[in-house]
């Protein structure tokens, strides 16, 4: 019998081999991890506006599907990548750069024809971070922690972050999806669901650690104090409480009747404490009871 012995463990390894590979095929399977390479080729993509007006995507998903992305909206820009997410809703812990300046820094270091290459050039995180709000990134994109991106358009931003995040779950919602699958929120990576901002009727309550919007549905959503409502009780709801709201404090620029001090006493009122940081909101819900749900 001792003679068979190494056989029979020569045998087993190769068996625990092939298992291992297995479980790692299933494991990737298992989440929404965009491939790398995938996600390199689009970000190369031209992107003209007169390209994309009434025009679609299909954006890379996991290691071989695409979600079909149609843009709904004319002459606005859904593109944004990761550093638009970490300079405008993250001003408490990176730079928020002037225009002229950015595009003369990237021209330098990629040179005249560098359009593509801005979809991967980093923001500048400030050195002194002493003044970051609720932890930051760190807490925001933190291992197991489910985020929503309300208006994530062609989603290259959140294809970044959930690269750059690996162990968190993005839930980017557009109207502009072609699917309507409910999301797996224990499912790290990036899921793309078609849905209003106000309804999330494919999100349950008390699920979501983090909700983001960046020249989304704090901007576009609503065009009276009133109108707001809907959207503020909806993200309430979904939000666990101690949840954190960043949006970018722009909502001029679409409304006619909306105001700063409005929206921010509707937030009061659903149990939300905010403050801002260079023109940007960050909001914790820190008391859920009274929110009215």
Not at 46 to 65: A, F, K, N, Q, T
Not at 73 to 86: E, K, L, V
Not at 109 to 122: I, K, V
Request: zero cysteines; proline letters at 4%; a neutral charge.
């Amino acid at each position: 019998m001792t003679e068979y012995r190494p056989k029979i463990e020569l045998l087993s390894a190769q068996f625990q081999a092939r298992l291992n590979r297995l479980l790692e095929r299933l494991q990737l399977r298992s989440n929404f991890a965009v491939d790398p390479e995938r996600a390199q080729t689009y970000y190369q993509l031209d992107r003209s506006r007169e390209l994309m007006r009434g025009g679609y995507r299909d954006v890379p998903i996991g290691s071989s599907s695409t979600v079909r992305y149609h843009h709904e909206h004319g002459g606005h820009i859904t593109d944004r990548p990761m550093s638009s997410y970490m300079e405008s809703l993250f001003p408490d812990e990176y730079v928020k750069e002037d225009y002229k300046a950015r595009d003369k820094r990237l021209t330098e270091t990629y040179g005249q024809n560098w359009s593509w290459r801005r979809h991967m050039a980093p923001a500048i995180r400030r050195e002194d971070l002493s003044q970051v709000v609720n932890g930051g990134t760190e807490s925001t994109f933190g291992s197991g922690k489910v985020v929503v991106n309300l208006g994530s358009g062609e989603a290259i931003g959140d294809i970044q972050l959930s690269q750059a995040y690996p162990d968190t779950t993005f839930i980017a919602v557009d109207t502009g999806y072609g699917t309507e699958k409910q999301p797996k929120l224990n499912k790290p990576g990036l899921q793309l669901v078609k849905d209003d901002w106000n309804t999330l009727a494919a999100i349950p309550d008390d699920s979501i650690d983090t909700i983001l919007s960046l020249q989304g549905a704090f901007t576009w959503g609503f065009r009276s104090n009133d109108e707001a409502v809907p959207l503020i009780k909806t993200i309430t709801r979904v939000a666990k409480e101690g949840a954190t709201l960043r949006f970018d404090l722009d909502i001029s620029q679409a409304t006619s009747d909306a105001t700063e001090q409005g929206i921010f006493e509707i937030l009061k009122q659903h149990g939300w404490e905010t403050q801002v940081v260079d023109r940007t909101v960050i909001a914790k819900l820190a008391n859920k009871k009274r929110s009215g749900n």
